[in-house]
């Protein structure tokens, strides 16, 4: 295998392995937005959750509502089908998008021996590594009502598309502080699997 090719087999295995996010606790921050709706978002209270039409085709969603719950037992909300304060919905999307630090190869000029100008390119590959957008949304209703009582969502942009891995933190991070309002960046550390 000539040096070229073994240095860019090489970069592939090492950004493959960056990527795996397995080595290493990642330490996910979130963009979270809360809103208080009409009827107050109270402490303590029971919920159930409530799905959309498009939610009942999504093989995840069982697995996602499962993660949801442990969140809101966190903050003191208790499951209760039968007689519900609220109505939840747990909404998740993964966007593909632009890696923001991505800097494509540019030549540089050289000089060469005989006084002729030339273009020299770096030999190293030029990878642009994929970037997801994840985003998930909490909504709680009144059930006498419909009436929304509290909104929130977090946002998450990085190279890692395993998206239920990153759901934990992102609705803690989303939870954090219920049931006040605001606009924040909050951090939480998602460990090394099967290091909890």
Request: proline letters at 8%; glycine letters at 6%.
């Amino acid at each position: 295998m000539a040096l070229h090719s073994w240095f860019r087999h090489a970069l592939l295995v090492l950004a493959a392995a960056a990527l795996t996010g397995c080595a290493l606790p990642r330490m996910i921050d979130s963009d979270v937005q809360s809103f208080v709706g009409n009827a107050p978002a109270l402490s303590g209270a029971s919920y159930r959750f409530e799905r959309l039409p498009s939610q009942a085709q999504n093989s995840d969603q069982d697995q996602i509502e499962a993660l949801a719950q442990e969140a809101l037992e966190r903050i003191g909300l208790q499951r209760n089908d039968d007689a519900p304060r609220y109505l939840v919905q747990v909404n998740v999307s993964v966007d593909g998008m632009r890696n923001p630090h991505y800097r494509p190869s540019r030549p540089r000029l050289v000089v060469g021996a005989n006084g002729v100008v030339y273009e020299e390119w770096p030999w190293t590959m030029d990878v642009e590594v994929p970037w997801y957008r994840h985003r998930v949304q909490v909504l709680l209703r009144d059930s006498a009502n419909g009436q929304l009582a509290y909104e929130t969502a977090a946002v998450f942009d990085g190279p890692w598309r395993d998206t239920l891995n990153l759901l934990p933190p992102m609705l803690e991070a989303a939870l954090k502080d219920y049931p006040l309002p605001g606009k924040r960046r909050v951090v939480v550390e998602l460990p090394v699997a099967g290091a909890r």
